[in-house]
């Protein structure tokens, strides 16, 4: 590679109200002075932040993130599934708790709690632990990625319902691989997250000889999920944030 073509993102950038751009990893292994003219065309087109994702043996391209005052803002590991391979596992059903599958949501009152969920969830991830991204726009992102896979992206997606409530209290997207799980706060540590994805595997199982899952180091819950429903911890990635601002000061 010798040219950089940083791309804009701009469903990130529409939500954030801020220029987020994509810089592909293995530009880094170019010279310092090639990527700093790189991000200084890409500042001059309205990004101010570029994200990466490297694994621990990138050493040559971590030492130049880090001349560029790069910083991690998680760690995700990435699990895998050989859904054919592993017998299904079968949990006992929740008393209360129905579970339902779905080509695509279609209800209002599905979208809007699954947009809740989503929007309050995931935080854990690096649009979450920067802190110069605002919190308003990481609800609106993470809201807005769950109701898209939900009725549009998303292969399949199995919803938890409070059959008393008739309120949907949590959901798992799978699109290739299982790509969103969350569970309402106030529902959490029942098993619910167990029941999503181990429902997530049957459509696996029938699709895919792979599947996987990436998760956040620290997101010890989301693991115990995974491993129990037959998926195994495999690599590990640095989530890197560059603003542009500090990089090139
Ligand atoms: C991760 C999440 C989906 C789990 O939902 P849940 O319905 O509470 O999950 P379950 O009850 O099925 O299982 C949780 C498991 O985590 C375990 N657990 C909880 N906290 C833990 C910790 N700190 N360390 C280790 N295990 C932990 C529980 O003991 C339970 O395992 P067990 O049934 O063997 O005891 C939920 O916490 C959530 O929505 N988090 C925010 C969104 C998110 O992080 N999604 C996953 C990343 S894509």
Redesign the pocket.
Known sequence: MSEIFIQKDGFASEHFGVGIGKLPPASLSLDLAVVREALLKAQNLGIEVVTTRLIPSQIKEIDLVDALRGQVFDTLITSTLYPTKKPEIVFSPIEGISIESHDKVIAEEDIAAIRRMGGT??N?THFYTDSRLSKDGWRSFYGAWSVNDATNRAKQTVLARDEKSGEVV?FTTTLGMVD????AEN?????????LVADSRKWLAGNTDIAT?G?ESV????F??YQ?CGFIPRDIAYSYHIWLDEALR
């Open positions: 969830a995931f854990l949590g969103l799980v969350a569970v529902s959490r540590g029942r098993g619910i997250a167990t029941r899952v998760t997101n010890f819950s989301a115990a999920v129990k």
